[in-house]
């Protein structure tokens, strides 16, 4: 594709609920990356792929958020149990290899907990 | 721990004239520097980067930055600001040999007055 799609662009959910938010990068980046930006807070690391493996996910911030990446493509982040402090936007960035550090950004979801 | 402090917040400049988003940097070794531009309900946009060579580095829309090593710092610069430029603009660390995280600072949201 022509750039790092994500879906869903919004997502309004309630308290305790799970919730999974899709990446698409761009073809051939084999390196992956999932943030979330808050208000006023910049952008939070979460999780990195590269390939299918995630070598780095010392970002989550508990063990209700997971990611996983297959066909070294699409990457889906699941948030279980949702609670109001979840909410932000997440958002996907991918690269061409791991040693290249420019990373291509997608749209985000904006994701919010009620 | 790589760190990047942008400490302005917000800032308003009057289309026309000069710009200078401020951003220090704390890594251990020679460092990746970037700046993202992120217009309201977009992702992430490479303006510049700066991997080695010489320290001035130039961008898209006509933005450039000057690595300093000396200051740990990397400043963004544009001689004359246009009313689209209005957006936030991020500043952001890594490093070399292989992944390496990337660490963003908490952005400089500018305002463009005519």
């Known amino acids: 594709g022509a750039g790092v799609s994500q879906s869903p662009s919004n997502k309004v959910t309630e308290k305790g609920k799970d919730v999974e938010l899709r990446c698409d990068p761009i073809?051939?980046?084999?390196?992956l990356y999932w943030y979330r930006q808050s208000l006023g807070q910049g952008l939070e690391f979460l999780i990195y792929?590269?390939?299918?493996?995630?070598?780095?996910k010392s970002g989550l911030p508990s063990d209700r958020f997971s990611a996983e990446r297959t066909g070294g493509s699409v990457s889906t982040l699941t948030i279980q149990r949702t609670q109001q402090e979840d909410s932000a936007v997440y958002l996907c960035?991918?690269?061409?290899?791991?040693?290249?550090?420019?990373?291509?950004f997608g749209p985000g979801t904006r994701l919010t907990v009620l | 721990a790589q760190s990047v402090t942008q400490p302005d917040i917000h800032i308003t400049v009057s289309e026309g004239a000069s710009l200078e988003l401020r951003c220090n940097y704390s890594y251990g070794a020679t460092p990746y520097l970037f700046w993202y531009v992120q217009s309201p309900g977009q992702g992430l946009q490479l303006l510049l980067k700066?991997?080695?060579?010489?320290?001035l580095v130039q961008g898209i829309k006509g933005f450039e930055a000057e690595f300093k090593r000396s200051q740990s710092s990397f400043n963004l610069r544009k001689p004359s600001v246009h009313w689209s430029d209005a957006a936030e603009y991020f500043c952001a660390v890594g490093g070399s040999g292989g992944y390496q995280k990337v660490t963003f600072g908490t952005g400089t949201k500018l305002q463009v007055i005519p």
């Open positions: 073809s051939g980046h084999t390196a």
């Open positions: 700066y991997f080695s060579g010489d320290t």
């Open positions: 792929f590269q390939g299918n493996s995630a070598p780095d």
């Open positions: 960035a991918s690269s061409f290899a791991a040693s290249e550090n420019e990373q291509f």
